[in-house]
């Protein structure tokens, strides 16, 4: 990656829907950058961070962005507040999810009822037959080959 500032801009036509412009580096790098709109999104004088490769006629030049480091926020801002809340609520999406597939669509309750199901399963590990064989020891979890479906 290069960075340079531009110090011209010259239009060079169309290519499909796109807008041609030979752009000159203050470094000596010519080459073609395209863009959507006729009016480019950069100027002279602007400071750009450049990909330049050859190309059939010449260079061509792709501006490259800036990677900005992810920072979580820590006001919640729509984000989990903590890890127990974002693994309920993966779980309530991948049930709801595998419910709406096994075609209950003409029965919403019925969507919602065996969602809520695998919810339990997903966040407990106790399914439906560990409900009804040993309703005193309903936090036993069940074992990984004795899933409920």
């Known amino acids: 990656m290069k960075t340079s500032k531009i110090t011209n801009v010259q239009g060079a036509g169309t290519w499909n829907d796109l807008f041609k412009f030979e752009v000159t580096m203050e470094n000596g790098d010519t080459g073609t950058v395209f863009s959507k709109s006729q009016q480019p999104p950069f100027a002279v004088g602007d400071s750009k961070n450049y990909e330049i490769t050859p190309s059939g ?22 984000s989990f507040t903590n890890s127990k809340d974002k693994e309920e609520s993966i779980a309530r999406a991948v049930a709801l999810k595998a419910s709406v597939d096994m075609n209950h669509s003409e029965n919403p309750a019925k969507v919602i009822e065996v969602a809520q199901l695998f919810e339990k399963y997903l966040l407990t590990g106790i399914g439906l037959n560990d409900d009804a064989k040993d309703n005193a020891n309903s936090n036993a979890k069940m074992d ?3 899933l409920p479906f």
């Open 144 to 146: 990984k080959d004795d």
């Open 57 to 78: 006629r010449g260079h061509k030049i792709k501006w490259v962005q800036e990677q900005k480091s992810f920072t979580p926020s820590s006001n919640g801002g729509g």
